[in-house]
């Protein structure tokens, strides 16, 4: 505190972090007339000058764009192999997704009550369904309408907002695979309107969503919710600015965020409500940093559930080889989904289930380059017989919550501001290996329907899918929950949880646009409590 | 402030674990270091060559480590009669520039560059790139095996062999290559498969903005790949400095 600036501050709202929880809550309270201010740890990118996706060095240059320009910035240790992977900045973990938007199924919101697993959510898919449609319409989400739709998909009222995006090559292999094997390969639902939508224009199937879209096409939140909350007058995003402790006022709520900016001098910045969305690490480790006499184990952490559960998904990849040419990098980087293995099956030796995505990511000359070992003829012979060649299945499996894994402080390492960083516990469990046993095997199974002469991968990289989900859970009893099902704590009635954070159990599909609903549901629900004179 | 983080380590054993690795490590570093410097004909030379080195933007590597640094290009990815290499591309200026822009390379690089030519005079008495391209190659393939075994670390056994065989090619001088390679493979590769000229020969029709892929399902038009490209931007003077 000693460096502590003098100024102070005060809004109805702070919310931290301005990704696909708190781009979406700035915005919503915005429009409904509150002065909100978000603090962000990452820097904004400007699209056109940022993502050198027109250089012939394309693969180098836009490759180290969304990394940390201080690497103590991102320090974290793991107690199992884990590759944290994440984008900080205006716009969060959208700014690289690939924007694959599919909805939770209505058997995700009670694995407890129909397989046994897991959790049942305080909510049902009912009742988030009217949220996921406000979503889909603000990102302008495309995908397949009619006899195309995806045949397990959960009941929707309206159709996708645009329009599907067409099969490549690629995707037209891999077809070929799944209809032999009677599976229902489908165009999947993705944040990449096909059609100009709110002034951005339609997408022109470049392929580096993964890369930062240049001409704002894919609707990551910085180019969606940002705009449109700013432009209310009343939202104020603050770049550079990484929260480290909520402090409580003399009536045990949330009083005031102390801050770092990115000199590293200390603000505070009080609000009638705070919301916290740094996703399911950064926000459990803000509530643990958050101790005090009323909060000893860390704010609204009453439950000793601040950081348990914590998930991701069991992301498999797996490749084909092909005698044909597919030239895979034409459009975006994934080419349909299927779902024929999500719900769980009484012939499996484990419950739920995954889905699984065409990935037609990284098919550039550098990146096929990469995936060989060694040097001279022989890789260069290996890099002309893959490149233009082959194509890749990535599933996302549902990993079951388990108390055992979670996020803590390390007791020994601090970053660039002298904070605890986090400690990542996370190990796939029983369940969780005979999963990744049983996509491995089904992934190999349409490659080579597909008629794939070489195939490889088929294993579970830790961390890799980005998607963190958990440590924060909702629930109806505050003693097995944080906060209820409309995000708020428990413990502290004005403060709010709007991440990945919230979830109870992580489903098998990306969790982007339920992140987002869920935040919309929540921002609703804050903005409630100011009606009612509660905050 | 060390010792105190010793203590603060020494009451957890992962984080005492994790202290003494990283204790360790600085400390084979920095006996690395002394280990190199203990020839003063490595120390005469390297400083010779630093006085030679070319200033400006972008520039760094002295006449006989372009020689040589195109020889191992040549390696990494040979032409043949079918394809390109890296003696049809420029490859020398684009590596230039990455190494002077950056500290940790032009260690690497300078150190490594000598070790390749000293190994070569060791064995043949001539620089590494007057060498016959079998004994270039054969030279390099035992740089990938001591690569290798001294990254092996699957027992207490072979750790402790990988350390002594570390200290011995550091006292040698050879451990420099054996340090550099990896990181040249790499570089070059960076460089031959962002050219236009491999692209053609992939038949790889980027970048992919600023105008995307009108029809998915078309096959390549390796017509179109240089033409529509940005340049990567020129060094300027903070990146040489």
Redesign the interface.
Same mark, same amino acid.
């Given at each position: 505190m000693a460096n502590l600036q003098p100024r102070e501050e005060s809004v109805d709202v702070v919310v931290i972090g301005a990704g696909a929880g708190g781009g979406v809550v700035a915005k919503e309270l915005g429009e409904a007339g509150l002065q909100v201010v978000v603090l962000e740890s990452g820097r904004r990118f400007a699209p056109e000058v940022d993502?050198?996706?027109?250089?012939?060095?394309?693969?180098?240059?836009a490759a180290t764009v969304f990394e940390a320009e201080d690497p103590r910035r991102d320090v974290h240790t793991t107690a199992h192999p884990f590759d944290y992977v994440r984008a900080k900045g205006v716009g969060g973990s959208t700014l690289r997704y690939l924007a694959i938007s599919p909805r939770f199924h209505e058997s995700d919101f009670r694995t407890r009550s129909e397989d046994g697993v897991g959790d049942d959510w305080p909510l049902s898919y009912a009742d988030l369904e009217p949220y996921y449609e406000r979503v889909e319409q603000e990102l302008g989400v495309s995908g397949p309408n009619g006899p195309d739709a995806n045949p397990f998909e959960s009941p929707r009222k309206v159709p996708f907002p645009t329009a599907p995006?067409?099969?490549?090559?690629a995707s037209?292999v891999i077809r070929r695979g799944a209809d032999k094997l009677g599976l229902h390969l489908v165009r999947e639902p993705v944040a990449i309107p096909t059609s100009d939508w709110n002034g951005r224009p339609a997408?022109?199937?470049?392929?580096?969503c993964g890369l930062g879209c240049?001409?704002r096409a894919k609707s990551s939140i910085d180019v969606t919710y940002v705009p449109k909350a700013e432009a209310t007058g009343r939202v104020e995003i603050r770049p550079s600015c990484t929260a480290r402790e909520i402090s409580l006022d003399g009536r045990g709520r949330a009083g005031a965020v102390i801050y770092h900016d990115d000199r590293g001098a200390e603000h505070e910045i009080r609000g009638r409500a705070i919301v916290i969305a740094g996703n399911a690490i950064e926000t459990p480790r803000l509530l643990l940093l958050s101790r005090s006499s009323a909060f000893p184990d860390g704010l609204a952490n009453s439950s000793g559930l601040v950081g348990k559960y914590f998930m991701e998904h069991l992301a498999v990849f797996s490749y084909g080889l092909f005698d044909e !040419?597919l030239?895979p990098?034409? =459009?975006i980087p994934t080419g349909g989904m299927l779902q024929d293995y999500y719900a769980t099956s009484r012939a499996n030796d484990f419950a739920r289930g995954w889905t699984t995505v065409v990935s037609t990511s990284s098919h550039?000359?550098?990146s096929?380059? !990469?995936r060989s070992a060694g040097? =001279?003829?022989e890789h260069?012979a290996r890099?002309?017989r893959l490149?233009?060649h082959f194509v890749g299945l990535a599933s996302v499996g549902e990993q079951l919550p388990s108390l055992s894994n979670e996020v803590t402080l390390d007791?020994?390492l601090t970053d660039r501001f002298g904070v605890p960083v986090p400690r990542l516990v996370s190990a796939p469990r029983e369940n969780d290996v005979a999963m990744v046993r049983a996509i491995a095997i089904r992934q190999a199974e349409i490659l080579a329907a597909a008629g794939a002469t070489e195939t490889w991968g088929g294993e579970y990289s830790p961390g890799t899918s980005a998607h963190y989900l958990g440590t924060c859970r909702m629930g109806a009893d505050p003693k097995t929950s944080v906060v209820n099902a409309r995000g708020r704590a428990h413990d502290v009635q004005n403060l709010f949880v709007a991440d990945g954070s919230v979830f109870v159990t992580g489903a098998g599909v990306n969790p982007a646009l339920t992140i987002s609903s869920l935040a919309t549901r929540t921002a609703e629900g804050i903005v409630g409590a100011f009606t009612r004179r509660e905050l | 402030m060390a010792q105190l983080?010793f203590l603060?380590?020494a009451k957890?054993p992962r984080?005492a674990a994790?202290?003494a690795k990283e204790t360790a490590k600085a400390g084979l570093d920095r006996l690395g270091v002394i280990l190199w410097s203990s020839s003063q004909a490595r120390r005469g030379e390297l400083a010779r060559r630093d006085r030679l080195r070319a200033a400006g933007p972008g520039r760094w590597f002295i006449d006989e480590e372009r020689r040589l640094v195109r020889t191992l290009a040549e390696?990494?990815?040979?032409a043949?009669d079918e394809?390109p290499?890296a003696q049809d591309i420029e490859i020398i200026e684009p590596l230039e520039k990455l190494v002077a822009g950056s500290p940790q390379r032009r260690v690497l690089y300078g150190r490594g560059l000598l070790a390749f030519d000293a190994i070569a005079r060791h064995e043949h008495g001539t620089a590494f790139a007057d060498l016959p391209k079998e004994e270039q190659?054969r030279l390099?393939r035992d740089l990938d095996r001591r690569r290798e075994a001294v990254r092996d670390r699957s027992s207490v056994s072979n750790g402790v062999r990988s350390l002594l065989r570390i200290l011995r090619y550091q006292k040698s001088g050879e451990y420099a290559a054996v340090e550099l390679w990896p990181t040249l493979?790499s570089d070059v590769?960076?460089v031959?498969?962002?050219?236009?000229m491999?692209?053609m020969?992939?038949?790889?029709d980027?970048?992919?903005?600023?105008?995307?892929?009108?029809?998915?399902?078309?096959?390549?038009d390796t017509q179109r790949a240089p033409q529509?490209?940005?340049?990567?931007p020129k060094p300027d003077v903070a990146e040489s400095a």
């Open positions: 993502y050198p996706t027109d250089r012939t060095d394309f693969e180098i240059a995006h067409p099969f490549n090559l037209r997408c022109i199937n470049a392929g580096t240049r001409i !040419r030239d990098w034409r =459009g550039w000359p550098l096929v380059a !990469r040097w =001279g003829a260069k890099t002309k490149f233009g007791p020994l | 983080t603060r380590a957890n984080t994790l202290f390696l990494i990815v040979p043949s394809s290499g190659t390099a493979i590769t960076d031959f498969y962002t050219n236009p491999s692209w020969w992939l038949g790889y980027g970048p992919p903005m600023p105008r995307g892929y009108p029809d998915v399902t078309a096959l390549t529509d490209a940005a340049a990567p």
